[in-house]
C-alpha cells in the first residue's frame, strides 16, 4: 500500500512539474540550456554542469542534470563580423517516481553578427535525441493483505507495464546582445543587454515506441532579458538583473533575479600571484511559487553556484512548501580576447 500511495502522489505532482521543462536557475550562467543562439557567443570554450533537486522533502524523486559545452570559432587575428558557435549538451530527468526518466543528447550551433559598434544579433538551433522510459513498481498492495498482515506471496492484481521511448527534436532561438563599449580584437567588454526569444520541442519524430503510448512534450517557448550595470561603487562591481518567462502548453511561468557582483573581466592575474576572485550573489521571485536565494564563485576559470528555493507563494496545495535545490560548476577554457588573465 506504501507504493500505491506514493505512485498516485507521484502521478498527482507530476502532473505540475512534469508538464514543464527544468529552468535551471544557472541558465543566465549557461544560457545555450535555454536558447541555442547563444551557443559559443564568448570567446574560448565553456563547460557547464548543473545540478537540479526540484523537490527536497522527497529526495532523488524530481531532479535533473546537464551538461553543456560549447565554444567559439571566432578568428582573433583579425577583426571580424560574424563568427559561428558550436556546442553540445546532454541531460536527464527523474520526475516523479524513480521508473520516469528522460534523458537526452545533442548539438547546437549559432550564427552571431556584429549590427552596430555595440551591437550583436545571433541565430542558433540545437537537435536532440531523446529517451523516455517506464519501468516497473515495486511494492505492497492492499490485496497482499490477509486481514492481518502482509504476504507478499498473495497475487497484487496489479500490472503495470514497461515502456521505452525514443524521439528526435529540434530548438531555435534568437537574441541580441548590447556591449558597454566597442570591443576590440583583444579586449572584451560587458554585456548590459541580452535579450532573446527561444523554443523547444520543435517536431515530434519518433524513433522506437514500445509500451503504452506517450504524449509528446508541447512546445515550450522561452522569452528572457539579461541587463548588467559595470562599474558601479567598487572595483570591477556590477548590479545585474533577469527576467525569464516560460509558456509551455497551459503552464506559464516567470521569475525576476536581481544581482550584485564583482567581475574578473579585463582583470590580469599576477605571475605567480594568487587566482583572480569574483563573485554574483542576489535573491530571485518565481512567479507564483518561490523566494530564490543564490551564490556564485568566480575562482581563476571556474565557478561555483549555489540556489535555494522556497514555495512561499504558491496556489497549488501540492507543491506549496515544496523547496528546491541547485548546484552549477563551469569551466572557462579562456581564448585569445577572452578578457580574463
Not at 16 to 30: C, S, V, W
Not at 53 to 61: E, H, I, N
Amino acid at each position: 500500500m506504501k507504493a500505491a500511495t506514493l505512485l498516485l502522489l507521484a502521478f498527482a505532482a507530476t502532473g505540475t512539474l512534469r508538464a514543464q521543462d527544468a529552468d535551471p536557475f544557472f541558465a543566465g550562467n549557461a544560457p545555450l540550456v535555454m536558447d541555442a543562439s547563444r551557443t559559443g557567443f564568448d570567446p574560448g570554450a565553456r563547460i557547464s554542469f548543473i545540478h537540479r533537486d526540484q523537490w527536497l522533502q522527497m529526495p532523488g524523486t524530481w531532479r535533473n542534470e546537464q551538461l553543456a559545452a560549447e565554444w567559439c570559432a571566432r578568428n582573433h587575428r583579425r577583426q571580424v563580423r560574424s563568427w559561428l558557435g558550436l556546442g553540445m549538451m546532454a541531460g536527464r530527468d527523474h520526475q516523479g517516481a524513480q521508473e520516469f526518466e528522460n534523458s537526452f543528447a545533442g548539438f547546437s550551433s549559432a550564427m552571431h553578427l556584429r549590427a552596430g559598434s555595440r551591437s550583436y544579433l545571433s541565430a542558433g538551433i540545437n537537435l536532440r535525441w531523446v529517451n523516455s522510459t517506464v519501468g516497473d513498481v515495486d511494492g505492497t498492495w492492499g490485496s497482499q493483505y490477509d486481514g492481518m498482515r502482509y504476504d507478499p506471496g498473495l497475487a497484487s492484481g496489479e500490472s503495470w507495464t514497461n515502456g521505452n521511448h525514443a524521439w528526435a527534436e529540434a530548438g531555435a532561438g534568437l537574441s541580441f546582445t548590447l556591449k558597454a563599449e566597442e570591443e576590440s580584437r583583444l579586449r572584451r567588454e560587458p554585456n548590459v543587454l541580452v535579450a532573446g526569444i527561444s523554443a523547444d520541442h520543435l517536431g515530434h519524430l519518433r524513433l522506437r515506441d514500445d509500451g503504452p503510448p506517450l504524449t509528446a512534450a508541447p512546445v515550450c517557448f522561452t522569452a528572457y532579458a539579461m541587463g548588467k550595470l559595470p562599474d558601479v561603487g567598487w572595483d570591477n562591481g556590477f548590479l545585474s538583473a533577469e527576467l525569464i518567462t516560460r509558456m509551455q502548453g497551459p503552464i506559464q511561468t516567470g521569475r525576476l533575479n536581481l544581482y550584485v557582483g564583482k567581475d574578473q573581466l579585463n582583470r590580469v592575474r599576477q605571475k605567480g600571484g594568487p587566482a583572480l576572485l569574483g563573485f554574483k550573489t542576489g535573491v530571485g521571485y518565481r512567479w507564483q511559487d518561490a523566494l530564490l536565494v543564490n551564490a556564485a564563485l568566480d575562482w581563476g576559470n571556474a565557478t561555483f553556484g549555489m540556489a535555494y528555493g522556497w514555495s512561499l507563494f504558491g496556489t497549488n496545495k501540492m507543491t506549496a512548501g515544496r523547496r528546491t535545490f541547485e548546484f552549477m560548476l563551469q569551466v572557462r577554457l579562456p581564448g585569445k580576447g577572452d578578457g580574463r588573465g
